[in-house]
């Protein structure tokens, strides 16, 4: 969307006290989401009434979700952009249109020529869009419509140019990436990785938000062969009990995730994991299935989330919902455990050589990097003991630990 207001005219990126016209792209997968794209609209309708803006957009998923009931709900919006809709923001900035959600049916476009708000060295390539599992739980078939495969053409394409613009890192993204292809005749994610290996310049390539369901014992070994795919993968399971499994409409059992992580494992992935406590019905006895599970697998990285209740989701309307006090004390349970396993893990790993992704210097002014088993903005982080410059990757001895992170030491330091 950047892209195309640059395109139209546009000068992008002024702070909100600064701007002729807001844009908001909103998230509304779950009720804290929505609630904060509904704080920001609100202070920018405020900036707005005061005379320092001229119009309010609102863009991405909340205005798919809401359509044109957002008019109502947030009085003074001038326009909205559904998902599907993103190459009619410039109309809507510039008053030629008022409302564009339309139905998320039509074969995802490419996203070349973008602009970029990631760093330089890292960008996200996006393989597909929409979904068409059927988890009880989850609202985003209803947001961003069926499972569409980008065309590996159009894939390969952005994946060399974001290389060609300084990307070391692409890390592979869709609703669900494993499924790319299911709706292609020519290609499946195996093919797709192999050609993305293949790309002159490509450094590191990484694989987010993977189903266990779709995730082949051709595609565990294709990770461990390809010479530029991290030995990385970001599998949300969200539950282990068989019974919680069904209830969520997951289409797998415990048996085949089991097997599947074992595979991994023998392959030496790092694996990422997410799940969700006190979903409708879960017993003491399935939770503590569940917690007994992580303990013993020790995952290397892991989210929980308490079960949100959603509208238009078949599990908000399910028998035995959980109180929010006990799903509280499931999630710090499942993080006190998680605490535990990746302290021990940071301690086992000093002395270890491990090559490191600068990123830059954050907020604390400290340098900081990330290895291959670190994905960007949602794990840990490796800080150096000295600066290096952003973008580079390098050689570095784990010399210590703080909290989740670890502290690494150039190789070259001390030599």
């Excluded at 509904?38 to 119009?55: F, P, T, Y």
């Excluded at 794990?379 to 989740?404: H, K, N, W």
Aim: charged share 25%; proline share 5%.
């Amino acid at each position: 969307m950047l892209a195309r207001l640059a395109e139209g005219g546009c000068v992008v990126g002024a702070p909100m006290d600064d701007a002729d016209v807001i844009v908001i792209n909103t998230c509304g997968f779950l009720a804290d989401a929505r609630d904060e794209a509904m704080g920001v609209i609100s202070e920018a309708l405020e900036h707005k009434a005061a005379g320092h803006a001229g119009r309010v957009v609102v863009a991405g998923c909340l205005a798919q979700r809401n359509g044109e009931e957002l008019f109502d709900q947030a009085p003074g919006i001038d326009a909205i952009v559904g998902v599907n809709d993103r190459e009619a923001i410039l109309q809507a900035v510039t008053g030629q249109s008022r409302s564009q959600v339309n139905p998320c049916t039509h074969r995802i476009g490419s996203d070349a020529g973008r602009f970029r708000l990631t760093p330089k060295h890292v960008a996200y390539l996006r393989v597909a869009e929409g979904c068409s599992h059927p988890c009880t739980f989850c609202t985003i078939p209803a947001i961003r419509g069926p499972f569409r495969s980008k065309l590996a053409a159009d894939v390969l394409g952005e994946a060399a140019e974001l290389i060609a613009d300084g990307a070391i890192e692409l890390s592979v993204i869709a609703q669900d990436t494993t499924s790319y292809g299911s709706d292609l005749d020519e290609i499946d994610l195996v093919g797709l990785l192999k050609q993305l290996d293949s790309i002159e310049g490509a450094t590191w390539i990484r694989l987010m938000y993977t189903y266990p369901r779709r995730f082949t014992n051709e595609l565990v070994r294709t990770i461990d062969q390809c010479d530029h795919v991290v030995p990385y993968v970001d599998m949300p399971l969200q539950h282990i009990s068989d019974g919680v499994l069904k209830r969520m409409g997951r289409k797998v059992r415990r048996e085949r995730i089991e097997e599947l992580l074992r595979e991994l494992r023998e392959a030496n992935v790092t694996i990422r994991t997410t799940f969700i406590v006190g979903f409708p019905g879960e017993t003491q006895a399935e939770f503590d299935e569940l917690l007994e599970f992580i303990k013993e697998f020790e995952f290397d990285a892991m989210g929980v989330f308490a079960y949100s209740p959603e509208p238009g989701t078949s599990a908000a309307d399910m028998p035995d919902q959980v109180p929010d006090e006990i799903k509280a004390e499931r999630v710090a349970a499942m993080m006190a455990a998680q605490q535990e396993i990746v302290f021990a893990a940071n301690q086992d790993a000093i002395g270890q050589l491990v090559d490191v992704l600068i990123d830059g210097v954050d907020e604390h002014g400290r340098c900081i990097g990330r290895h291959a088993g670190q994905a960007p903005e949602i794990d840990s982080l490796c800080i150096l003991t000295e600066p290096r410059p952003a973008g580079q990757i390098l050689t570095v001895e784990v010399v210590g630990s703080e909290g989740y992170d670890l502290i690494v030491q150039p190789q070259s330091d001390g030599q």
